[in-house]
């Protein structure tokens, strides 16, 4: 009992000690910021050089000078104060361990003897957790602001080298990034004014702000964090002064752990198309060895436009029936302009089954593998996720291989390397989602025709909405390249996308090089044949 009673007259006496050296600071700061009624009399009847340059800098400087000695005055008793409350804090700290040690710590004091422990720091990382895009989609202004995946392997790790966000000069287009660079300018300005640094360099009189900025470097090493240099002006144009940030990582956390059973899940693959029945007949090849002979979990939806070269698509789809027995397909015809959002819209609807049905919107020129196939259904989700891979676009066969004299088979062909093709990540073409999150989104803009932009409009609609979207490069998802051409119908915007597009198909930068400058090749091997010779 007396122990108890000491321990509160000792808390009395402690907070009574506090809350006088709090008035005595607020009482040391009021009297501080005053203004001298002296310097005010002077500054009014300032004599023969009031309206004068020198009389001005002489009166900024006295009152420079003093409100610097006033700020040290401040500086100094504010750090006296510290240390009296660190003190006092000690000898509190030092009674509840007594106190503690004899069992008899007072009901509710439990908490300031309270040290740091690993659920404090799961807390801590379960904020930064629920900050990030790892559960919920965001939403996103457009399609340059979504962070995409990289895929890996055991032996190989699938990237983009160079996507659309690495653009030589460009303004950060996600916020999160504008946050955090314009945040560590604020925190090194914070740094750089604060009293430990001003006590580390007792010349620097200077107060840093955002115009002595210069420039900043960072990067991120994955399994460390982020450093940042920052370089600031100093006293002359020759002097600056550097600061080093680092934001470390925290350790791997366990988000969720969930068996994922894809047995039952169905794809119902929908291919648009008009004319091009040899391509059809690649596409049903490769269709016939991945989904019937290995998955066996698809369905195949055909939009056909127009009825020339109607027959013959029939002729490989019946071909096909009576050589597998696979009878899971569906033939749509619409008597009307190639539109391919149009077909992809038609046939998503089309669907009479009860089922939500995975999609994949799919081309026919596309190769894709049974690996494939299941990625797509495990990054799509009804009402959560859909997925845009990133397919690997081949290059012209004949540029490739023009030192062959056979070209090899297509799975030879389809190697994931510079010298064979390039990630397309301008596409968003091909995607797995849900009927449901399609017919809720909104679906394709019916009102466009012909040849592009119907995709990106899709995936835009679901960078703005809750859903997250899945992005990453396809290690068995390719595009094979076929002959292009741009009708002279198409407007300017699509004409000059189109264009684009043929030209990246053909070859790499080095590969067009030595198409371009073939004569110089041939003439400098010539020339250094006959040096030979001679």
């Not at 962070?147 to 996507?163: A, W």
């Amino acid at each position: 009992m007396m122990l108890w009673r000491w321990l509160l007259a000792l808390m009395a006496r402690i907070g009574l000690i506090t809350l006088t050296l709090c008035c005595s600071l607020l009482l040391v700061y009021l009297l501080a910021c005053k203004p001298s009624s002296k310097r005010k009399h002077t500054s009014l009847l300032w004599s023969g050089g009031a309206t004068s340059k020198e009389g001005y800098m002489a009166l900024l400087q006295e009152r420079e000078d003093s409100h610097r000695h006033y700020i040290s005055s401040l500086t100094k008793q504010i750090g006296e104060l510290k240390e009296a409350l660190e003190e006092r804090t000690q000898q509190l700290q030092e009674s509840l361990e007594k106190a503690k040690s004899k069992g008899i710590l007072p009901q509710g004091l439990e908490s300031l003897h309270k040290i740091p422990t690993k659920s404090d720091l799961k807390e801590f990382f379960q904020s930064q957790l629920n900050q990030a895009e790892v559960k919920p989609g965001v939403e996103l202004p457009n399609e340059y602001a979504l962070i995409p995946y990289d895929t890996f392997t055991l032996q190989m790790v699938y990237q983009l080298e160079t996507g659309l966000t690495k653009h030589p000069a460009e303004r950060p287009v996600r916020r999160d990034r504008r946050n955090e660079l314009i945040g560590t300018v604020e925190t090194a300005l914070h740094v750089l004014n604060g009293p430990q640094q001003r006590a580390d360099n007792i010349r620097s009189k200077r107060t840093y702000s955002p115009s002595d900025f210069i420039q900043g470097l960072t990067r991120t090493e994955r399994t460390t964090g982020t450093v940042y240099e920052l370089m600031f002006k100093g006293s002359s144009t020759q002097d600056f002064t550097q600061l080093v940030l680092f934001r470390p990582f925290g350790p791997l956390m366990k988000v969720k752990s969930d068996n994922l059973n894809t047995r039952s899940i169905l794809i119902n693959i929908i291919v648009p198309l008009s004319g091009r029945v040899d391509a059809f007949r690649q596409f049903i090849t490769n269709f016939r060895e991945v989904c019937i002979q290995e998955d066996g979990r698809v369905h195949l939806t055909v939009v056909y436009f127009g009825r020339d070269q109607i027959d013959q698509v029939k002729a490989v789809l019946d071909q096909t029936t009576r050589e597998t027995r696979f009878r899971s397909f569906t033939l749509i015809q619409l008597n009307e302009e190639f539109s391919r959002g149009r077909g992809l819209d038609v046939a998503a609807r089309a669907w009479r089954q009860r089922q939500n049905v995975l999609l994949f919107f799919c081309d026919v020129d596309i190769h894709f593998t049974a690996d494939f196939l299941t990625s797509c259904r495990l990054n799509a989700e009804a009402g959560k996720k859909v997925y845009y891979p990133v397919l690997f676009s081949q290059y012209n066969p004949s540029v490739i291989y023009s030192n062959l004299t056979l070209l090899p088979s297509i799975k030879q062909q389809l190697v994931i390397k510079k010298e064979n093709g390039f990630w397309r990540d301008f596409g968003f073409g091909m995607t797995c989602q849900y009927r449901s999150d399609f017919i809720n989104i909104g679906g394709f803009d019916r009102s466009i025709r012909g040849w592009g932009l119907e995709d990106v409009h899709l995936y835009r609609k679901y960078l703005h909405s809750k859903l997250m979207v899945v992005r990453a490069p396809s290690r068995g998802l390719f595009h094979l390249w076929h002959d292009k051409s741009c009708a002279d119908e198409l407007p300017p915007d699509k004409y000059k996308m189109c264009m684009q597009t043929k030209a990246m198909n053909e070859a790499s930068h080095g590969q067009l090089g030595e198409v371009f400058f073939k004569q110089d090749i041939e003439l400098h091997l010539n020339s250094q044949k006959q040096l030979r010779e001679i």
